[in-house]
């Protein structure tokens, strides 16, 4: 294909050219049979006028609109393998109560992991927009028995064509990165793409914390595992009213949206002097308030850390900054001071911090990830038992401690998946997924 119809716009020839190079190496790795769970690219080409979608699936084909000049348009077109159910929240939505089966929400979680760990440790992949949304479903043809091999585990399972069963595929690389030499390295605001699943030491420590690293993904699949698990809806959806208090928010401006030099949060600043503001009926707030909407959510459904907690101390000045704010207004005593020279404007800010608490203990009563009532919470704790754990992990504060994918897929919480399930499989129906086995030579798989 002739990227030149893009030279008006380097970065997002740049941008392009980087999403088609993901494509074809994740393609490779399927037609390879190095890891079944990414979609594939069937072909592109340019064309001057927009497909109609009622004559091409719109599953089929990713359209780019290219301005070349003032009077000219071409369409940069991309055909893909078809997923014919759509996306994993599309389809979870479509369930009786929105929610999938036990046995077939493992099967999914583990392809989406797998196909993590394989783009992980064959290209460095970093995607940052990891959502259910962005993960696709390709329904079974005929019954198929999975085989997957990781160093010296083999995990087995059924994929049923009568059943709630698929293949799992990730799509959409546009904000994805495979550069091995920019890990850890400045990502300039590259991790800023869905607001709702930024990572939250991006928002507790800023700047110094927006480098190119896995664990950020890591974080956003936190989040689509509750989504996943939970069923619902994604968590912003399920606690749409649960929205920043006023006071707490411009406390937390004073800090975001400080525009000098010295500050540790020039990129999230940008971000929000960026975001439009929207003033309709729909979204009578400004844009920006999703970022604060954001944080409250997260600190409603993982709590407030102990200003003592070990993963906090390691995060720096700016994060204990915004941590004692949070607990001034979300946490601690609700006695009045005592002293004679109280002022009503003291006493106006000591009703707001105590409606703010109580606002957030009712909030987390509902929401919290360990203790809230809410169903999708409930069944998360109950499909996931024990293995809570590895999801309270996953959105850690401390980037530094969450677990790489090949630790994920090792721990306890796919035990179930094994050996043994395929035993019986015929070699027409055995997929057989075996590049990560331990080999011979006992080399060492990368830990990532």
């Given at each position: 294909?002739?990227?030149?119809v893009?030279?008006?716009?380097?970065?997002?020839?740049?941008?392009?050219?980087?999403?088609?190079?993901?494509?074809?190496?994740?393609?490779?790795?399927?037609?390879?049979?190095?890891?079944?769970?990414?979609?594939?690219?069937?072909g592109?080409?340019?064309?001057?006028?927009?497909?109609?979608?009622?004559?091409?699936?719109?599953?089929?084909e990713?359209t780019?609109?290219?301005?070349?000049?003032?009077?000219?348009?071409?369409?940069?077109?991309?055909?893909?393998?078809?997923?014919?159910?759509?996306?994993?929240?599309?389809?979870?939505?479509?369930?009786?109560?929105?929610?999938?089966?036990?046995?077939?929400?493992?099967?999914?979680?583990?392809?989406?992991?797998?196909?993590?760990?394989?783009?992980?440790?064959?290209?460095?992949?970093?995607?940052?927009?990891?959502?259910?949304?962005?993960?696709l479903?390709?329904?079974?043809?005929?019954?198929?028995?999975?085989?997957?091999?990781?160093?010296?585990?083999?995990?087995?399972?059924?994929?049923?064509?009568?059943?709630?069963?698929?293949?799992?595929?990730?799509?959409?690389?546009?904000t994805?990165?495979m550069?091995?030499v920019?890990?850890?390295?400045p990502?300039?605001?590259?991790?800023?793409?869905?607001?709702?699943?930024?990572p939250?030491?991006l928002?507790?420590?800023?700047?110094?914390?927006?480098?190119h690293?896995?664990?950020?993904?890591?974080?956003?699949?936190?989040?689509?595992?509750?989504?996943?698990?939970?069923?619902?809806?994604?968590?912003?959806?399920?606690?749409?009213?649960?929205?920043?208090?006023?006071?707490?928010?411009?406390?937390?401006?004073?800090?975001?949206?400080?525009?000098?030099?010295?500050?540790?949060?020039?990129?999230?600043?940008?971000?929000?002097?960026?975001?439009?503001?929207?003033?309709?009926?729909?979204?009578?707030?400004?844009?920006?308030?999703?970022?604060?909407?954001?944080?409250?959510?997260?600190l409603?459904?993982?709590?407030?850390?102990?200003?003592?907690?070990?993963?906090?101390?390691?995060?720096?000045?700016?994060?204990?900054?915004?941590?004692?704010?949070?607990?001034?207004?979300?946490?601690?005593?609700?006695?009045?001071?005592?002293?004679?020279?109280?002022?009503?404007?003291?006493?106006?800010?000591?009703?707001?911090?105590?409606?703010?608490?109580?606002?957030?203990?009712?909030?987390?009563?509902?929401?919290?990830?360990?203790?809230?009532?809410?169903?999708?919470?409930?069944?998360?704790?109950?499909?996931?038992?024990?293995?809570?754990?590895?999801?309270?992990?996953?959105?850690?504060?401390?980037?530094?401690?969450?677990?790489?994918?090949?630790?994920?897929?090792?721990?306890?919480?796919?035990?179930?998946?094994?050996?043994?399930?395929?035993?019986?499989?015929?070699?027409?129906?055995?997929?057989?997924?075996?590049?990560?086995?331990?080999?011979?030579?006992?080399?060492?798989?990368?830990?990532?």
């Amino acid at each position: 294909m002739d990227i030149t119809v893009l030279h008006n716009d380097v970065r997002a020839a740049n941008e392009v050219t980087r999403e088609l190079a993901i494509l074809c190496h994740l393609t490779k790795l399927v037609a390879r049979r190095i890891c079944p769970n990414f979609v594939t690219i069937i072909g592109s080409f340019v064309q001057c006028y927009p497909s109609s979608p009622s004559s091409i699936s719109c599953h089929l084909e990713k359209t780019r609109r290219c301005q070349i000049n003032d009077s000219s348009v071409a369409w940069l077109c991309v055909r893909m393998g078809l997923c014919s159910c759509g996306d994993v929240e599309s389809w979870l939505g479509r369930q009786p109560g929105m929610v999938l089966p036990t046995y077939t929400t493992l099967r999914f979680f583990f392809q989406i992991c797998f196909a993590l760990y394989a783009s992980r440790a064959t290209l460095g992949l970093r995607h940052y927009d990891l959502k259910l949304l962005n993960f696709l479903v390709a329904p079974v043809e005929t019954d198929v028995c999975a085989r997957y091999h990781l160093a010296d585990a083999t995990f087995d399972f059924q994929l049923h064509q009568e059943a709630v069963d698929a293949w799992i595929k990730l799509t959409d690389f546009g904000t994805s990165h495979m550069e091995r030499v920019s890990l850890g390295k400045p990502a300039k605001g590259a991790i800023f793409t869905t607001i709702e699943n930024v990572p939250i030491d991006l928002l507790l420590s800023g700047d110094i914390q927006c480098t190119h690293t896995y664990a950020h993904d890591t974080f956003s699949l936190g989040l689509a595992t509750l989504h996943l698990f939970g069923g619902g809806g994604p968590y912003e959806e399920l606690m749409d009213y649960c929205t920043c208090p006023d006071d707490l928010r411009l406390d937390l401006a004073a800090i975001w949206l400080d525009s000098r030099e010295v500050s540790s949060f020039k990129i999230l600043a940008s971000l929000a002097s960026n975001m439009e503001d929207e003033t309709d009926d729909t979204h009578p707030k400004p844009a920006r308030y999703t970022l604060f909407d954001t944080f409250y959510r997260f600190l409603v459904l993982l709590g407030v850390p102990t200003s003592n907690h070990d993963s906090i101390s390691k995060l720096g000045s700016a994060a204990n900054r915004v941590l004692d704010i949070v607990r001034t207004h979300l946490i601690g005593s609700d006695n009045r001071p005592e002293y004679p020279e109280r002022s009503e404007f003291e006493d106006v800010l000591f009703l707001s911090h105590i409606k703010s608490k109580q606002l957030f203990a009712k909030h987390t009563a509902t929401f919290n990830l360990k203790k809230g009532v809410h169903p999708a919470m409930a069944r998360c704790r109950k499909q996931l038992g024990s293995n809570i754990n590895i999801l309270t992990a996953m959105l850690d504060f401390d980037p530094r401690r969450r677990p790489t994918m090949r630790s994920l897929l090792m721990s306890p919480i796919f035990d179930s998946l094994r050996g043994g399930a395929s035993n019986a499989a015929t070699d027409d129906s055995l997929h057989l997924f075996d590049a990560f086995k331990q080999d011979i030579f006992e080399r060492p798989l990368p830990d990532v």
